[in-house]
Structures are given as structure tokens and as C-alpha cells.
């Protein structure tokens, strides 16, 4: 079934109307006969309703021309759609039960199309049985023709975004409670879980506690390793608010003082967040945010120790476009929401990284996580 909880805001109908309308748009001025969105975020975007991906088809099919949309069902999933408004959409339902051929369901509404965009995470199950009941039409993904709609935000999940980045900032907050020595990642782990979902999540999404040489593995989990007097640690952690906006902030904590070169280090990444996150206004490219970041760590030697892109999208998705990377040359919108990074991270030894999320302005940045970003020292 559905992961639908009790409290699951949903976009109102005009507001999803009009991504509807902006999504035929899109599909037509990428030359797409129609667009197939399976269960996840691109459906929970145009529908309010992510649905769940099993084995039976569920698919909306929404054609580049004014015919209806069409949202293709298993008879015994309708039901989590019952808070669609489809009527004020303009949808078709068609339920099918087992036994029914669902692939010829689409295959029949679709006619004979040139070119189909299928969802970026559609199983591979359902991909080839459509192409092979769409015969001769060309598939293709529909991520790059939906971007355009999803990676500016309008400004009801900015705010659904603010509340998510003030949601993690009041985890952080709370670290010097869970994070002492004696205690192994896990358990540190485990207090921060139940912190995220109690200040207003409806679940964690993932928890990285990176203690120590663990801290140099930018996507560590939590592991059995005991936090000692003197480690580093990198915690990372993040997950969706009931609107299923995402958080998503690392600080980095010391256990006692620091040695003086940790403490130097960590001041040159700190100062290169700060500038990728300066550099970030309209006009200015993915890759000027990165190489912003980059360069700064690169000439104080630390740039080989920086082994990841600045950052990523978010949304609906914990990572999406835009992509802040080098060589991505996207210009950035006002309304774009994505992480800003950095890292530094010495193999076997330590690692560090700061990051926020921000949100491309008129005419600059808004960052929404506000800790503090100086290495916080805990008690050892
Ligand atoms: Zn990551
Ligand atoms: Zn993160
Ligand atoms: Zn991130």
C-alpha cells in the first residue's frame, strides 16, 4: 500500500492544474507525444499523491495535446487515490484487476506516438512491457522534461522547504545531549532518529554519524565505532515533513579542543562555504558555486581532499536537479533550491563538511539552515 500518512497536505487542485498544464507544455516543446509518470515525486508533484511501485502497473499518462490524463490503476490501489481531486483535474481513472492486460490499457489511449517519456525511476518491468505495447514509439526519460517545472519552487514549498531546514536546525541544536564520548555511532544515531521525526518529520530519511576516521567516508551510515576524547565527527541528517519536503544539513563536531591543524583546516572549509554560498544569485552557473568552494580549498592545498560536488537539488526529492558541479553550466533561477557542501576528508584520519540548504533569490541567496557553522566543540 501507499506510505500515506494521516496528515499528508497536498497541493490544492488549481495549484496542481497548473503543473498539469505546464507539464503538457513541456512535453510538446520536447517534441514528447505524451508523458508516463509512475508512483514517486514527479507523480506527488503533479497529482499530490506519490503513490507506491509494485509490480502491478500504476501509471498517469499525460499527453502533450488538451486530451484528458489519463491515470491507469490497479482496482485494489485506488483507493490511496482517494485524495486526488481528479474530477477538478480533468482526469480519466481507469481501474483494471488482475487477469486485465494494463500495458494495452495505455497502449490504447495512446494511439500511435512518436515518442513517449517514461519517469526516471519507472522498473525496468514496466518500461519494456510499455514499449512493447506502444510498438514503434521511441521512449525516452521524462526527468529532463519535468526539471524545468520541478527546480523552481514556487512559494508554498519554499515555504515547506523553510520548515523543513528549521525542523533539522532544531536537531542540531540538541547534538550535545546524544554526542559524548563512550557512546558508539549507532546509539547517537539512533537518539538523533527520534529527534527528527519529534521536531516535525515524518521520518528520518538518513542519519550519517562519522566519527573519527569515519568521518572520511562522506557517505558513512553509523557504525559500532565507540566516539572518543578528540574525534571529529560529521553528522549529516535529513528526511521529509508531512508536505514531503526534505531536509537535508551536516555540522561538524569536536569532542574536546581540537589540534590546531584540524582547527586551521576546518577554518579554510568553513570559509569556502561561506563563498560558494556568496556566490550563489541569479545568472551565476552550477559550476561558478562550485568552483567558488573549490578554488578557495584548492589553493590552500586541500582541494584533492574535497572528493565530491558542492551540491544537489532538493525538493521532493532528497537529490535532485540542479546538479552544483563542475562543468554544469545551468544558469541559476530565482526560486532553485539545493545544498551547499564542501568537504575536506583525510583518509584513515578525519574528515569535515558544512552544509546547507539555499534558495536562489531576486537577487541573491536566502540560506535556510541557520547553526552556526564554526566546528562545535562538545564536551570530552
Ligand atoms: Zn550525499
Ligand atoms: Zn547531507
Ligand atoms: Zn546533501
Redesign the pocket.
Known sequence: MSRRSLHNPAPDAATLRARLDRARAAAADAATDALLIGPGSDLRYLIGQAGGSFERLSVLLVPATDTAPVLVLPALEAPGYVDVPTDELGIDVVTWVDGEDPYRIVGDRLGKPGRVAVSDTMAALHVLRLRDAVEGAEQTLAGPVLRTLRMCKDAAELAALRRAAEAIDRVHARMGEWLRPGRTEAEVGADITEAIVAEGHTHADFVIVGSGPNGASPHHDVSDRVIQPGDVVVV?IGGPIPEGYNS?STRTYAIGEPPSKIAEEYAVLQRAQEAAVQAVRPGATAHDVDAAARDLLTEAGLGELFIHRT??GIGLD?HEEPYIMSGNDLPLQPGMAF?V?PGVYRAGEWGARI?DIVVVTADGVEPLNRRPHELVVLPA
Do not use: Q, R
Open positions: 549529516d537535508d551540491g544537489h532528497v545544498s557542501e552544509e
